[in-house]
């Protein structure tokens, strides 16, 4: 769901963001942001206008007036569902979270769902599934398998015919319709893989510790910054020996171990990752540096992990 979806409850406030939305759509945003402004002094409480507001003036070179904009954003918003904290991170304005707002990265994959694989395959190339399939493959067959951040379910179809029960975890309550429609898994859950205490279903009663073959997370860990929950969690979803296969955006050298992206990703450093492998318990079985999709015409770089949990 994106802010600009959001009406202001406001018949002429709505009518000066649409002027102000064709201005920035014909790349004149300091104009639409000067029509925003207007409208926001007709509904001053209009989160979503703010959001907009911040959103023109960065691209119009005004960094001061965006974040005044994506502050009062992040005081309006309790839940986080715009991410404004994110983007004060970018402009300098506020440190960079560990993780995003829950609610924000919901928010993206429910409006996402409906055109995720079209967008994702179709026009950027992405080809993370396949890729990490590859890696994973010569392991096969699997008992079962727990796909992380399944979305609409491209891994599992990769991973599906070599595997007794696959299971799948998302936040997107809309994403996991998409992959229910494929008829690929045997279970399907809601899961928040940032916060250890809110992935109860991840171990329900008929779910247990320790049950799964492969864990795998594919283009899914560049929404979350630091791993160490993550990583807890994945541990206690292996069996001894079990898999571990996924994605990260490259992050190069940087020294904090991962770094927010202006797509509002994150990219992790692979001595960041190789690290953590090894403090949770994992052994490095292969590492593929490849580029994983497009992203404004220009190729964007990830590695691809696959590791064996061995203590």
Known sequence: MTPIQFSSGDVIADRRADYARMLAEAGDHAAAAELIEQALEIVPGWTAGWFLLGDYCEKAALPAK?????????????????????????????PT???????????????????????????????VPQKL???????????????LG?????????????????????????????????????????????????????????LPRQR???????????????????????????????????????????????SLQPSLRYAHAEAYVQALLAECGFTLLDLMKTDIRMDAGKPVFGILFLARLTA
């Open 66 to 94: 965006a974040i005044e904009a994506f502050s009062r954003v992040a005081e309006q918003d309790d839940t986080g569902l715009f991410g404004a904290e994110l983007k004060l991170a970018l402009l300098g304005a506020a």
């Open 97 to 127: 979270p560990e993780t995003p707002p829950s609610a924000y990265v919901e928010g993206l994959f429910d409006d996402y769902a409906d055109r995720f694989e079209t967008a994702l395959v179709e026009k950027l190339n992405y080809s």
């Open 133 to 147: 399939f590859s890696m994973v493959a010569p392991h096969a067959p699997f008992a079962r398998v727990v796909d």
């Open 150 to 206: 399944c979305g609409t379910g491209l891994f599992g179809v990769e991973v599906a015919a070599v595997t007794q029960r696959l299971e799948g975890f998302d936040l997107s309550a809309n994403m996991l319709a998409k992959a229910q429609e494929k008829g690929l898994y045997h279970h399907l859950g809601q899961a928040d893989l940032s916060d250890a205490s809110a992935v109860d279903s991840l171990f329900a009663a008929e």
């Open 212 to 258: 799964a073959d492969l864990v795998s997370a594919a283009d899914v860990l560049m929404y979350l910054g630091s791993l160490g929950t993550t990583f807890g969690l994945v541990r206690a979803l292996l069996r001894p020996g079990g898999l571990f296969a996924f994605s990260v955006e490259d992050g190069g050298d940087t020294a904090e171990g991962f």
